[in-house]
């Protein structure tokens, strides 16, 4: 069975400051993807980025990083000198390639506050 | 601009009475999908369809129904036979594979009076 945990439900820092969302996936899979998504008070949710099994580079786009481990079944999510733009809900995700490849399995998110 | 529109953005229906939420794409996408999001919680499928005349049943689609006659489009009716229907609801599409990245629409908020 698939399962996406983030552990972290609510996280609260001050502007400026460095924070790391945490995401550990389970899945029987030799391939599969990762995706981070971001949910703004609007309530739509915005894709951020997506990471297939075989890629474990880590990428930086502006603020934003991941880290993907394979050996702890982990992709991390940081953002670099936090905004308080950057409040939402974040959403880690899993999809398999083959026998689950219909559907994008999420995890419960972590809220991120970002106090100015 | 192509994209994912529902309407829509708020509904309240009364107990007993069926709803129809709509979800429209012009994103040229074959795969559409029904989410289910309670407060503070995360996202639970509720119905998806990877093309024309074919759907599946997600984790929680008791009391709730689908069509999907043209490509553009993937109504969801939430019928009297939902026992708690009150949440918001995301439509969302993508790419025919599984791997492809989700768009979603704004969402609509149904309320049950």
């Known amino acids: 069975a698939q399962k996406v945990t983030q552990a972290q439900t609510e996280i609260s820092v001050v502007e400026k400051e460095d924070v790391t969302l945490d995401c550990v996936y389970e899945?029987?899979?030799?391939?599969?993807?990762l995706f981070w998504y971001k949910q703004p008070p609007s309530g739509e949710l915005v894709f951020l980025i997506r990471r297939n099994s075989f890629d474990e580079q880590n990428e930086i786009s502006g603020r934003y990083s991941w880290n993907f481990q394979k050996s702890t079944s982990s992709f991390n999510f940081t953002i670099t000198a936090s905004q308080v733009v950057d409040s939402a809900v974040y959403f880690c995700a899993l999809s398999g390639a083959y026998s689950s490849a219909s559907k994008i399995i999420f995890g419960s998110g972590t809220r991120l506050s970002i106090r100015p | 601009d192509g994209g994912i529109t529902q309407s829509p953005k708020y509904l309240f229906r009364k107990e007993g009475q069926n709803v129809t939420l709509s979800c429209e794409q012009n994103l040229n996408h074959d795969a559409m999908y029904w989410y289910r999001q309670d407060p503070g919680q995360g996202l639970r499928l509720i119905y998806y369809s990877q093309i024309v005349n074919d759907f599946q049943k997600g984790d929680i689609a008791e009391g709730y129904s689908v069509s999907r006659e043209k490509k553009e489009s993937f109504p969801l009716t939430v019928t009297s036979a939902q026992k708690n229907p009150t949440a918001f609801y995301l439509c969302?599409?993508?790419?025919?594979?599984?791997?492809?990245?989700?768009?979603f629409g704004p969402g609509t908020r149904l309320t049950v009076l």
């Open positions: 899945t029987r899979d030799t391939t599969y993807y």
């Open positions: 969302a599409s993508s790419q025919r594979s599984g791997y492809n990245e989700q768009f």
